[in-house]
Protein backbone atom coordinates (compact mmCIF):
# COMPACT_ATOMS: atom_id res chain seq x y z
CA UNK A 1 0.00 0.00 0.00
CA UNK A 2 1.34 3.48 -1.04
CA UNK A 3 1.19 5.97 1.92
CA UNK A 4 2.16 9.66 1.58
CA UNK A 5 3.78 11.02 3.93
CA UNK A 6 3.88 15.39 3.98
CA UNK A 7 6.16 17.86 6.12
CA UNK A 8 7.20 21.30 5.57
CA UNK A 9 4.13 23.06 6.76
CA UNK A 10 4.32 26.22 9.15
CA UNK A 11 3.83 29.81 10.34
CA UNK A 12 5.07 32.30 7.81
CA UNK A 13 4.24 35.71 6.94
CA UNK A 14 2.95 37.40 3.79
CA UNK A 15 5.75 36.85 1.58
CA UNK A 16 7.70 34.57 2.85
CA UNK A 17 8.49 30.83 1.75
CA UNK A 18 7.60 27.81 2.30
CA UNK A 19 8.65 24.10 0.87
CA UNK A 20 6.17 21.28 1.45
CA UNK A 21 8.45 17.87 0.69
CA UNK A 22 5.35 14.38 0.62
CA UNK A 23 7.73 11.24 0.57
CA UNK A 24 6.46 7.72 -0.66
CA UNK A 25 7.43 4.57 -1.38
CA UNK A 26 5.84 1.62 -3.45
CA UNK A 27 5.67 3.76 -6.48
CA UNK A 28 9.23 3.92 -8.32
CA UNK A 29 9.12 1.20 -11.44
CA UNK A 30 5.72 2.19 -12.69
CA UNK A 31 4.50 5.44 -14.14
CA UNK A 32 2.77 7.26 -11.74
CA UNK A 33 1.44 11.23 -10.55
CA UNK A 34 1.33 12.97 -7.36
CA UNK A 35 -0.40 16.16 -6.97
CA UNK A 36 -0.73 19.04 -4.15
CA UNK A 37 -4.46 19.94 -2.74
CA UNK A 38 -5.23 22.21 -0.30
CA UNK A 39 -8.66 22.66 1.92
CA UNK A 40 -9.22 26.20 3.79
CA UNK A 41 -11.57 26.14 6.74
CA UNK A 42 -15.23 25.92 5.57
CA UNK A 43 -13.86 25.79 2.07
CA UNK A 44 -13.61 22.64 -0.77
CA UNK A 45 -10.68 20.93 -1.48
CA UNK A 46 -8.90 22.43 -4.15
CA UNK A 47 -5.85 20.84 -6.59
CA UNK A 48 -2.62 23.09 -5.99
CA UNK A 49 -0.50 21.65 -8.80
CA UNK A 50 0.49 18.37 -10.23
CA UNK A 51 3.49 16.51 -11.62
CA UNK A 52 3.91 12.74 -13.29
CA UNK A 53 6.50 10.63 -13.75
CA UNK A 54 6.78 11.60 -17.44
CA UNK A 55 7.47 15.11 -16.94
CA UNK A 56 3.93 16.89 -16.91
CA UNK A 57 3.56 19.27 -14.62
CA UNK A 58 0.42 21.37 -14.01
CA UNK A 59 -0.51 24.75 -11.82
CA UNK A 60 -3.91 25.94 -10.78
CA UNK A 61 -4.28 29.56 -11.85
CA UNK A 62 -3.90 31.22 -8.26
CA UNK A 63 -0.59 30.03 -8.40
CA UNK A 64 0.76 32.89 -10.46
CA UNK A 65 3.97 31.32 -10.69
CA UNK A 66 4.86 31.43 -6.84
CA UNK A 67 5.24 27.63 -6.73
CA UNK A 68 7.46 25.02 -8.33
CA UNK A 69 6.44 21.25 -8.24
CA UNK A 70 8.81 18.94 -8.15
CA UNK A 71 9.68 15.10 -7.83
CA UNK A 72 13.19 12.64 -6.80
CA UNK A 73 13.31 9.37 -6.84
CA UNK A 74 15.39 7.64 -4.38
CA UNK A 75 16.17 3.61 -4.39
CA UNK A 76 12.00 2.85 -3.42
CA UNK A 77 10.96 6.06 -2.28
CA UNK A 78 9.83 9.49 -4.17
CA UNK A 79 9.91 12.34 -2.81
CA UNK A 80 7.35 15.23 -4.26
CA UNK A 81 8.42 19.02 -3.16
CA UNK A 82 6.41 21.78 -3.82
CA UNK A 83 8.40 25.24 -3.44
CA UNK A 84 5.77 27.85 -2.46
CA UNK A 85 7.09 31.46 -2.56
CA UNK A 86 5.41 34.90 -2.45
CA UNK A 87 2.77 33.40 0.58
CA UNK A 88 -0.20 34.96 0.76
CA UNK A 89 -2.75 34.83 3.60
CA UNK A 90 -5.07 33.46 1.24
CA UNK A 91 -3.05 30.28 0.82
CA UNK A 92 -3.73 29.36 4.38
CA UNK A 93 -4.71 25.90 4.26
CA UNK A 94 -3.63 22.47 4.97
CA UNK A 95 -2.26 20.50 2.35
CA UNK A 96 -2.59 17.48 1.55
CA UNK A 97 -0.27 15.04 -1.09
CA UNK A 98 -2.01 12.63 -3.29
CA UNK A 99 -0.48 9.68 -5.42
CA UNK A 100 -1.34 6.89 -8.08
CA UNK A 101 -0.93 5.13 -10.87
CA UNK A 102 -0.48 7.13 -14.54
CA UNK A 103 -3.04 5.55 -16.09
CA UNK A 104 -5.38 6.72 -13.38
CA UNK A 105 -4.41 9.85 -13.51
CA UNK A 106 -7.31 11.86 -14.90
CA UNK A 107 -10.94 12.29 -14.27
CA UNK A 108 -11.65 11.88 -10.87
CA UNK A 109 -8.10 11.29 -9.53
CA UNK A 110 -7.42 11.40 -6.89
CA UNK A 111 -11.31 11.22 -5.53
CA UNK A 112 -10.50 7.75 -6.63
CA UNK A 113 -7.93 5.42 -6.92
CA UNK A 114 -5.56 7.98 -4.94
CA UNK A 115 -3.39 7.70 -2.21
CA UNK A 116 -3.87 10.37 0.09
CA UNK A 117 -1.35 11.72 2.91
CA UNK A 118 -2.42 13.20 6.51
CA UNK A 119 -1.80 16.46 5.38
CA UNK A 120 0.40 19.59 6.65
CA UNK A 121 -0.75 22.83 7.93
CA UNK A 122 0.62 26.20 6.25
CA UNK A 123 -0.38 29.08 7.90
CA UNK A 124 -0.04 32.82 6.23
CA UNK A 125 -0.51 35.77 8.35
CA UNK A 126 -0.53 39.36 7.41
Request: glycine share 12%.
Amino acid sequence: QVQPVESGGGSVESGGSLRLSCTASGLTGRSYCMGWFRQAPGKEREMVASIDTRGDKSYEDFVQGRFTITISEDNSKSTMYLQMNSLKPEDTAMYYCAAGWYEYCSGSWPTRRGFWGQGTQVTVSS
